[in-house]
């Protein structure tokens, strides 16, 4: 299997005001496959989001590299798209003017990114509602337009920092199936970092417990159910199920939470 994006050996330490090294990354080894989705878990403060930032290019690290298709990489790749748990949309502009956002930066004519804009809108449920400023919908709508902008760019490999955190189960469920369903009808990679083991094992082929900091890799658990990978419920009730779930509970420190 191809692989876009490799982690090799990488680690990051920043400086403390006192001039001591504060290493956050420790030593990290993987690769994300072409059209895999994985997820990464660890206790609170292991560094999960600076290891995303190492990934995407937006910081580099302190020992090791990162590689895109096999080159060192230096700095965002125009192949990776990033979407956070806030939604970030502009309150300002009408969910259809979000999503061509990035579009419109890169001097795409408007009549193109609008009508793009438009098909992006229905392939993640809310074609309906282009004219609906954030303030008019819900928490899982604006969630689903901060999707359509980080897909409409047509990202190659998409890092997610807990997307669906702050949203409830019911909405959470549906917004992760339409997702998977999604991206991997077309192939797109995707790396999750989450807090919720349940979704990180519903949703992903393989799932990476990291350690406490400096992080490192305590396990890599390939998930292999037998249901609809596109159906989170059915995902929670296949046989098996359960007990990985406890199984990666069991390697995280429950003292210190989770992020």
Known sequence: ???PLIARGVGKSYSADDGESNEVVGDISFSLGAGEIVSL???SGCGKTTLLNLLSGLTQPTRGAVLWHGQPLRDVPKGIGYMLQKDMLMQWRTALANVTLGLELSGMPRAEREKAAHSMLRK???GPYFDYY????SGGM???VALARTLITDPEVILLDEPFAALDFQTK???QSDMAKLVRSEGRSVLLIT???EEAVSLSDRVIV???RPSRIKEIHEIQLDCDRNDMMAARDAPGFTALVRQIWSQLDARMGMR
């Not at 954030?134 to 919908?137: I, K, V």
Request: aromatic share 0%; hydrophobic share 50%.
């Open 1 to 3: 299997m191809d692989a």
């Open 41 to 43: 878990v660890g206790p």
């Open 124 to 126: 993640v449920g809310l």
């Open 134 to 137: 954030p303030s008019a919908l």
């Open 142 to 144: 604006r969630q689903r």
């Open 173 to 175: 469920v549906v917004l």
């Open 195 to 197: 807090h919720d083991v």
């Open 210 to 212: 990291l350690t406490n």
